[in-house]
């Protein structure tokens, strides 16, 4: 069946021609920049889609070097947008394999202002890229950020009178963990008082009973705690 399905994909007895596309060198960049960024492609996975699709070689070296290229104008771009309009900043680090990345993202839009990959997280290095933001017209009413204490003290640095609230992703997280925790404590009370009962069942046949009946009286009084 899968044999059947690929010569069906590759039959050639559709002759209509839908259109015809130029192929020059700027088209095979745009079209490397939207198999990475838009179709999330890896460079090998670009190198052989040319290939396969369309006869052209191209190495590896030169889709990283594409990339890095378009990187570059990107960056350029990104400097002289004006950043005076954004009035909450959402600030967090997050990691690209064990490289630390600073991030800022406009709350309102969701347009990521700061991206940096960093080789630290400390006071200075957030201080550093915030300036930089503020020298495009940063300057929020307040941003929201986790408690990492270079972020925020790199913050009382770039933007002194700037409130940096707490964020409510850790809570929430910490109240969900507990939950689970209670969770399953309620569920062992459950599955510890019915393990008893149908002990207790087995033991009144033979007339011991008894025997349970202390232990499946503080199984019950577990459970009806768990509950509360």
Sequence with gaps: MAEQAIDQAFAT?????MFYLPVTPEWIDQLILSLTLICRSSCRGVKELMQVMLGVSVSEGTVHNRLQCAAAQASAINRAQDLSAIGVGLHDEIFQRSVAVLAGVDAASTYCYLLAAAEQRDSDTWAIHLLDACKQGFNPDHTIADAGQGLRAGQKVALPGTP???????????????ANVLARRAKGAVSRCRALEAQMLQAKEVGCGNTLSRELTLARQAHKKQNF
């Excluded at 007895?13 to 021609?17: E, I």
């Excluded at 940096?164 to 507990?178: K, N, P, R, T």
């Design 13 to 17: 007895n559709h002759t209509q021609v």
């Design 164 to 178: 940096c609230h707490g964020d409510v992703f850790h809570i929430q997280q910490q109240c969900e963990s507990l």
